[in-house]
């Protein structure tokens, strides 16, 4: 019965912050002098309508599935990793080159890339958690300042020494990846790509590990209570790297699925245009760092922005509603975390470290 009670008041919050959203998204729809009934019952159909438009919304759903579970895995640990977006550029990039040039049949090329947009992700988001732990350098600004480094970086790899000279030489983008090396579709005629397999198995592995092993207790310690986590003898510097390692591989592994499953090549801007890494954690904060409920609100933001294609086609409401509606969300989410850490602050200036 208390399990009920606390899975009902861990929904009660996200399910909250989509009512405020949809009554201000109503308000603002209402304002340019469209009709709220229409105007959602669009965005329904362009997300929902039809198996066209649903597996569009899974398949923009898939990176920010992916994103949002790193990020999730991050915040549950207490580390606040910003640099998804850097993460999936450079697992991107990664994957594009090593599908590209790595020797060997199809199927070996597409485990390699997906191995190298894990690795290439992870390693970027352990370095800034290697520079928060052994130097102290604040997480929040590192991650979120490679970003650029990284975006910086890949864009060069395809304007340069990577770029595709027998496209469109007005596009930075690398050469197209053989056929062999593409995701397999999982429906003939529509978008959704293996990528989506991938990430449903990632969530259920990374709900087991939250809850059944010995890293995920030590994790889930160290982001409630780190004096007492370091107190049990939790080491923090390898705790840092490790959990951002893992954070920074699903959001590689996010920009990999994207490269492989939808672009074939990496496009300078392509994966950062469609904000997937401020999705992801937009999904992860709506969920309070729940794996399953990561899923499920980055079906429900994707949904969002596919519906909104559809009101901007079929009504004269544009297609920022979306947006608005997104900004309140992350407001009402936000204003929680901060009360929380408000709080919890208080109370360790009045009861020392024991908090």
């Known amino acids: 019965m208390n399990t009920i009670k606390q899975q009902a008041k861990a929904l009660a919050h996200p399910l909250a912050a989509l009512a405020i959203g949809l009554i201000v998204g109503a308000l603002a729809i209402l304002l340019v002098g469209g009709s709220v009934f229409e105007t959602y019952g669009q965005m329904w159909k362009g997300a929902f309508g039809s198996t066209y438009f649903f597996t569009n919304t899974l398949t923009r759903a898939v990176p920010i599935i992916l994103i949002g579970l790193g990020l999730a895995l991050a915040f549950r640990a207490g580390f606040f990793n910003l640099g998804a977006e850097g993460q999936l550029v450079l697992g991107g990039i990664a994957a594009a080159l090593t599908a590209l040039y790595l020797p060997g049949p199809g199927w070996m090329k597409l485990i390699g890339a997906l191995l190298a947009g894990i690795v290439s992700g992870g390693l970027w988001s352990a370095f800034a958690g290697w520079l928060d732990a052994k130097f102290k350098v604040n997480l929040l600004i590192t991650t979120l300042l490679l970003n650029y480094v990284a975006t910086l970086f890949a864009g060069y790899l395809v304007a340069n020494p990577f770029k595709d000279t027998k496209g469109s030489a007005a596009l930075a983008q690398s050469a197209m990846i053989d056929k062999s090396a593409w995701l397999p579709k999982l429906m003939a005629g529509s978008s959704l790509h293996a990528g989506f397999i991938i990430a449903v198995i990632a969530t259920i592995v990374l709900f087991w590990i939250m809850r059944r092993t010995v890293f995920g207790y030590e994790m889930n310690m160290t982001g409630s209570n780190p004096f007492f986590a370091m107190y049990g003898g939790i080491k923090s510097l390898p705790m840092v790297v490790t959990t951002m390692f893992i954070s920074g591989g699903f959001a590689g592994l996010a920009g990999a699925v994207e490269v492989l499953g939808m672009q074939y090549r990496y496009l300078d801007g392509a994966l950062t245009s469609p904000n997937y890494a401020w999705s992801g954690l937009m999904a992860a904060l709506l969920a309070g760092s729940n794996p399953i409920g990561t899923a499920f ?27 608005v509606i997104q900004a309140v969300i992350v407001v009402f989410v936000s204003a929680k975390f901060s009360y929380a850490f408000i709080k919890r602050k208080k109370e360790r200036n009045t009861n020392g470290t024991t908090v």
């Open 297 to 323: 609100a980055a079906i429900l933001l994707a949904a969002l922005q596919t519906g909104a294609m559809g009101v901007e086609r079929n009504t004269e409401v544009p297609l920022e509603i979306a947006s």
